[in-house]
Structures are given as structure tokens and as C-alpha cells.
């Protein structure tokens, strides 16, 4: 009789365990959240409702984060297959990162019951120190993005001005007030390149720099509206193709920086070679768009390949020292990649989606 009675417990105590990790199939919001890691509570969605999943991406792997479902049981999951559990637990849950992109699935409770009301949803980076783009020589990088038709159809970074604190630099021509500025920079991969500001809840500025921090020219900047939403261009029409800009966005007037938040496109709809890049270190790739393999071919050894995301950040990277190159893309997420390409020395950058 013991020996039945401590087995259907186990059973009991197993069976809790599987529905504790909850998976559903539904997501919302539909985009995927990119944390802004400033320390800030970030709101993921307003109203999410148990029995629905998130994807959140850009977390930094070893640095503690906080869920909050307001209330409930959250399980999460490794987007790059949905399925395995990296942490399951009641709301608030802290997680220590072990995956940059994840799958955050809300629950009623253990047992992952649903309901249809709207709830908050959140994340913190709990070990941020502040926005690491707080400053020039912190300035996050970002890929310009080619063959784009237009501002709508351009990938967007997302970016904050909460907790932000001055670089020190005064203010281009559009004025305002730089004390709680923050950086990005990119290469230009063609000299027409357009700058797209969508601020969300407050007035912003956006200027374009050239040159080095520290000793940096302004090329351009931009406030034509006032309040919020608000949308800012660039349009510049002669970069020199290969050098680094920098680009800086805060707040025209002093106030509370709380809450305040925008996307930041930097694109062109010039092409780069799509097939072939014509130089005297050409070499040819295949297919494109690649569901698996990206192949290349060069008539000099290929030093290096890196496959940079839409944020900048470098997801894969070989040393393949051949004339030829298969490069595994199947364990990346959909969507559009930059691969940078060495051969002597020299480097070229192609763009690349992945299906």
C-alpha cells in the first residue's frame, strides 16, 4: 500500500512538472520585442492574455532578467526551436540568459490554464548599468540595409532615451538640449543613405556625424516636428561608401527621459551586386534568398565569413581558408542578414535573407 501510494505521487508531482512548462501558439504582440537592456522596466505588450506567447530577442546571454506577466506562471522557451525550456516559474520570474532570442509563454497558473483579459507584460535586465550607447565610444552598430523600396519597408532598431545622460557635446544646428543622447554608428555601404526617426511619445533630434569620437564633423541633423509621434529624416546623398558614421538622438527639451522610446531606420534603396561582387577579389554566392546553406566561390582563399543580424550583431562567424565556403544559416531566425566576406585582406558586404 506504501509503495502505491508514494508511486501515485511521483505520478502526481511528474504530471505537475510537464504542465508547469507551458507552450502555446499563439503570439502577440506579432513583432517580435527587442529589450533595450537600459535597466528600465520595459513594457512588452499592454495587453497580452494568458495562453499566449511573446518573442523576445537581443538579450545579452549571462545577465539576469526579469519576467512579469502580471501575475500568472511564465514559461520560456529557446526560439530557435520553440521547444526546449530554459526556465519555468510563477510571475515575477528571474532567468539568468542563455539565449539571445526567446519565446516567453503566459499561463493563468501552473497547470497553464488561459484566460482572455489583457495583461501587462514586462522584462528588465536586472545587472544593466545604464544604456551601454550612452556614449560615442559606446555607440551601437548597426548595418545599413540596401535594395530597400522604402522607409516602410525597412528594418527598424529599437532604442530609448530612459536613464540616458549627456555625452558632453553640444548640439548641431537643429539645437536642442544633448543631455540624454544616445549612439549608434554604421559602415555605409552606399553614398545615398536615408536616416529614419520614429519617435514614439516625445520630441526628438537626430544629427549625423562623420569622423572619429572625439574628433567628429557634423554632417547633418534633423527636428521638424514637435511632440509625439513624431517622424525624423536624413537624407544624405554623398557618404563615402566604407567609412563609419555616427549618429546621435535625444530629447529637444530637458525633461523626464521615463518611457521614451523609438526606432531608428538607416537604409538605402541602392543595391549592392546581388550575384556578384565586381572587384579583383570577386566571388560569387548562391542561393539567395538561402533556406540552409549559403555557398560561396572565390578565385582567392576565403579568409573569413561573418553573418551579421539587423541589430549588429555577429551570429556566426568561419574561418575557412578555400577558394570555396558552405556556411550554415538553418539554425538562424527568418529574415534579413548581412554577410561580410574577406578575401586579401579585403572585405565585402552582401545582404542575405534567410527563409
Request: with cysteine; charged share 15%; hydrophobic share 35%.
Amino acid at each position: 500500500m506504501k509503495k502505491i501510494t508514494l508511486l501515485a505521487f511521483c505520478l502526481f508531482l511528474t504530471n505537475i512538472y510537464v504542465q508547469a512548462q507551458c507552450n502555446f501558439t499563439s503570439q502577440f504582440p506579432t513583432e517580435t520585442y527587442s529589450a533595450l537592456n537600459s535597466g528600465s522596466i520595459e513594457q512588452i505588450s499592454s495587453c497580452s492574455s494568458f495562453g499566449e506567447f511573446s518573442v523576445v530577442d537581443n538579450l545579452n546571454i549571462g545577465d539576469e532578467y526579469q519576467f512579469d506577466g502580471d501575475g500568472g506562471y511564465i514559461t520560456i522557451t529557446d526560439a530557435a526551436d520553440g521547444t526546449t525550456v530554459l526556465s519555468h516559474g510563477a510571475s515575477p520570474l528571474s532567468w539568468v540568459s542563455t539565449a539571445v532570442e526567446v519565446e516567453v509563454h503566459w499561463a493563468e497558473n501552473a497547470v497553464c490554464d488561459i484566460d482572455f483579459n489583457c495583461h501587462v507584460t514586462t522584462v528588465q535586465n536586472l545587472d544593466s548599468t545604464g544604456l551601454s550607447n550612452d556614449d560615442c565610444a559606446t555607440a551601437q552598430s548597426i548595418i545599413q540595409e540596401t535594395g530597400v523600396a522604402s522607409a516602410g519597408a525597412a528594418s527598424a532598431t529599437s532604442g530609448t532615451i530612459d536613464s540616458a545622460t549627456s555625452s558632453g557635446m553640444s548640439a548641431q544646428s537643429c539645437g536642442g538640449t544633448p543631455n540624454d543622447d544616445v549612439w549608434y554608428s554604421f559602415e555605409a555601404l552606399t553614398s545615398n543613405v536615408t536616416l529614419t526617426l520614429e519617435l514614439d511619445n516625445f520630441d526628438g533630434i537626430i544629427e549625423l556625424y562623420s569622423g572619429s569620437c572625439g574628433s567628429l564633423s557634423a554632417v547633418s541633423c534633423a527636428d521638424n516636428t514637435e511632440g509625439g509621434p513624431a517622424l525624423e529624416t536624413i537624407n544624405s546623398t554623398s557618404l563615402v561608401v566604407g567609412e563609419t558614421y555616427y549618429v546621435r538622438v535625444f530629447q529637444w527639451g530637458p525633461g523626464s527621459t521615463t518611457g521614451k522610446t523609438f526606432d531608428l531606420k538607416i537604409w538605402s534603396s541602392d543595391t549592392l551586386g546581388v550575384d556578384e561582387v565586381e572587384s579583383e577579389n570577386a566571388f560569387t554566392y548562391f542561393p539567395n534568398p538561402v533556406k540552409n546553406e549559403l555557398n560561396l566561390k572565390a578565385q582567392s582563399n576565403i579568409q573569413n565569413v561573418s553573418i551579421y543580424n539587423m541589430l549588429g550583431q555577429e551570429v556566426v562567424r568561419t574561418a575557412p581558408n578555400s577558394l570555396q565556403s558552405e556556411v550554415s544559416m538553418s539554425n538562424l531566425s527568418n529574415g534579413a542578414y548581412f554577410v561580410k566576406v574577406t578575401i586579401n585582406d579585403v572585405t565585402e558586404t552582401i545582404r542575405i535573407i534567410k527563409q
